[in-house]
């Protein structure tokens, strides 16, 4: 990509993001809109209680939306000042329902998105994502899957990408505590049965730094993991195997702007 296109805040031919700049690189921080991965974690919870998705939220998928440089366009989103509601996001993250009854359309529920919420998949990647926009190569949009029930038991957030250098807050933070995974304990239960207290004393002693991280960070923040979103784990096609996956891996797949529509359209999704 040109270097002068990039200061300019160009993304794709005959477009510019000037008016809409938030920082010196033009793109809005994670701080912009604080908690948002926080959102869309208590959506799929409301959903689940509420009847609106299936209890166990077996109908439900948390998509993560990124890049290698962490500038991802949207369109129609709230946090705009452009009429056609463009924003250069470092991520975004959004819940995609596929209802197990035959023929029913999968819904994408996005709080930050100025269209009807929900909306059909077809017409949200038609008026959001918009793959028709020739983008250069550092904007296009890559998308981590992660199917709900997993991601509600794993993701955790101790807020710590919420605070500046010197531990202050750069937003408000909810008044709820934060989110910690339940899987992570019990996995930890597991480790302790296992677990000699020679063992324990060696690790303590030779790489407390590490130790205490494994025991700690892991449990209390993911984030990170979940918003690392590049080309190179792109499925290479999407079939049967990647439901196995998306079903199996906290993590979920990775696909691109293609293959988002085509892995919601499997027959046993």
């Keep these: 990509m040109e270097i002068d296109r990039y200061i300019d805040g160009n993304f794709g031919i005959g477009f510019n993001l000037n008016t ?3 920082s010196s690189s033009g793109y809005f921080p994670v701080s912009a809109y604080p908690f948002l991965l926080e959102n ?5 919870k409301k959903l689940c209680t509420s009847g609106v998705a299936d209890a166990d939220g077996s109908d439900l998928h948390v998509v993560f939306i990124s890049n290698e440089k962490k500038q991802v366009p949207l369109w129609h989103q709230k946090a705009s000042h452009r009429a056609d509601g463009v924003i250069l996001w470092d991520y975004h993250v959004i819940c995609i329902q596929r209802k197990k ?5 999968p819904l994408v529920w996005d709080l930050d998105s100025s269209l009807h919420c929900p909306s059909p998949l077809a017409s949200y990647v038609s008026e959001t994502i918009r793959p028709s926009f020739q983008l250069f190569a550092d904007f296009q949009r890559f998308f981590r899957v ?3 029930p997993i991601f509600l038991r794993s993701f955790a957030s101790d807020r710590r990408h919420m605070k500046d250098s010197l531990g202050n807050w750069t937003a408000k933070p909810p008044a709820y505590g ?25 690790d303590m002693l030779s790489t407390p730094a590490n130790f205490s991280y494994a025991f700690a960070d892991g449990t209390v923040h993911n984030l990170n993991e979940y918003m690392e979103v590049i080309a190179a784990d792109v499925v290479s096609n999407v079939g049967s195997d990647s439901i196995i996956a998306v079903r199996s891996h906290k993590l979920g797949i990775v696909v691109n702007e293609t293959q988002l529509e085509e892995f919601f359209s499997l027959d046993d999704l």
């Design 20 to 22: 809409n700049r938030r």
């Design 40 to 44: 869309v974690y208590l959506l799929c």
């Design 101 to 105: 009854e035959s023929h029913s359309s």
């Design 146 to 148: 992660v199917h709900a």
């Design 178 to 202: 934060p989110i910690v995974a339940e899987v992570q304990f019990q996995s930890l239960k597991r480790y302790w049965l296992s677990y000699s207290v020679v063992q324990f004393c060696s």
